[in-house]
């Protein structure tokens, strides 16, 4: 147990770092991670778990990531919870950090976070900031941890730096060579699966890494499909060339309609292959369907999301971490049915094809918040596949 003599109380109360919003909202606290300035986008998740889940998602990359939690840190970092090769989100915003104090840990919330070169705030109201965020918005913000710059350069620095609209940050997050996911189980089957007996992969799917997440590919094998994971960029060809039995189009970061290439090759697949998507792998296969998406005012990001299922008349409490929403008069009743909405603000949150073996959800069904209300999506894209041979 730590006692007063192991806190760094100088450091608390100096509040040397602050969050600078473009609307000139500044909060002061003090720096918890690596030594680096950033720009980023600021949200807030509503999870009262997972910093490490969303550390690693690279779904965040670009985002400062606010957590509404009050306290952070007490079950620390280890290698099972990682959702990806690495943290992806550009800074993190928390009231209190905590030293780890589970069986688990491996490593101190500050350490790693210092050590994979992601900057971070503790020490100011989330609470206000969360606000804030709310009622006007996810924010364009400068994440000032080094001291050298002033509030008022930061606060301009925030306002001329680009934002995520129209960028492609899919480019920066995918993998970078096509690769097998989990051949001898040994991923599939950590903690807390330990013992676990797999079904037979009596099917073979290519997954598209648009910054795909490893509790996505995990549940993909738990269904009994084989998985190789190939770079965003991949043209339709390329995959129709391997002969797999399906597609996977994964989550990833920022604005899917700066991902016109990943559109492009899901037209390509749509009458050759079935297709499922999940959260950007949704709203690009609505975009390769005819629709259009646009901005959320400050996105869903938490675990307790309630999604209508429209088709089997029930609600699902989800998982989410998005920007961007489908645009639902774009999308034609000839072609396209929506399948979920959300009870928060009624937008879209899955759909079906009508001409073609698709479907897609916005939510994340692996992260299991329900916890299984998900669960059979990918039970019924392992049936779909069946079905089509």
Not at 50 to 56: A, D, K, R
Not at 138 to 144: P, T
Not at 150 to 161: G, L, N, Q, T
Not at 233 to 251: R, Y
Request: proline share 6%; hydrophobic share 35%; net charge negative.
């Amino acid at each position: 147990m730590k006692t007063a003599h192991d806190y760094n109380w100088t450091e608390t109360r100096d509040q040397n770092a602050f969050l600078a919003l473009e609307d000139g909202s500044v909060f002061r606290g003090f720096s918890i991670g690596a030594p680096e300035d950033r720009v980023g986008e600021a949200v807030f998740n509503t999870g009262m778990t997972g910093y490490q889940e969303i550390l690693s998602d690279p779904s965040y990359a670009g985002q400062f990531v606010c957590l509404t939690a009050p306290e952070i840190g007490n079950y620390g970092i280890n290698p099972e919870d990682m959702e990806s090769r690495g943290f992806f989100a550009s800074g993190l915003i928390v009231h209190r950090v905590s030293p780890p104090s589970n069986w688990r840990s491996r490593e101190d919330v500050r350490a790693a976070l210092a050590a994979r070169g992601t900057p971070a705030i503790a020490g100011i109201d989330t609470r206000a900031l969360t606000t804030i965020l709310r009622d006007r918005g996810a924010m364009k913000s400068y994440l000032c941890v080094s001291g050298g710059v002033s509030e008022a350069d930061a606060i301009e620095k925030a306002r001329a730096w680009e934002g995520l609209t129209g960028q492609d940050y899919v480019s920066r997050v995918t993998c970078k060579e096509t690769y097998r996911w989990d051949a001898d189980n040994r991923l599939t089957v950590s903690f807390p699966h330990d013992g676990e007996i797999l079904p037979p992969a009596d099917s073979w799917v290519v997954a598209y890494d648009f910054g795909i997440k490893w509790n996505i590919l995990r549940s993909l094998r738990r269904a009994g499909l084989a998985v190789t994971v190939v770079p965003a960029t991949t043209k339709a060809d390329d995959v129709l060339a391997m002969k797999p039995d399906g597609v996977f189009l994964s989550n990833g970061p920022a604005d899917p309609a700066a991902v016109g290439y990943a559109a492009e090759a899901i037209r390509g697949l749509l009458d050759k292959l079935p297709l499922m998507g999940i959260c950007l792998g949704h709203q690009l296969l609505g975009i390769a369907l005819g629709g259009e998406t646009y901005k959320l005012p400050f996105g869903h990001h938490g675990c307790n999301h309630p999604v209508k299922d429209e088709a089997h008349n029930r609600t699902l409490i989800t998982s989410q971490n998005h920007n961007y929403a489908l645009r639902a008069e774009s999308l034609s009743d000839k072609t396209v049915e929506i399948t979920h909405r959300s009870l928060n603000d009624g937008s879209v949150e899955g759909l079906r094809s009508r001409e073609y073996p698709a479907f897609s959800v916005q939510f994340h069904p692996e992260a299991a918040p329900g916890p299984h209300d998900a669960d059979p999506l990918f039970e019924a894209f392992h049936k779909l596949i069946r079905e089509s041979k």
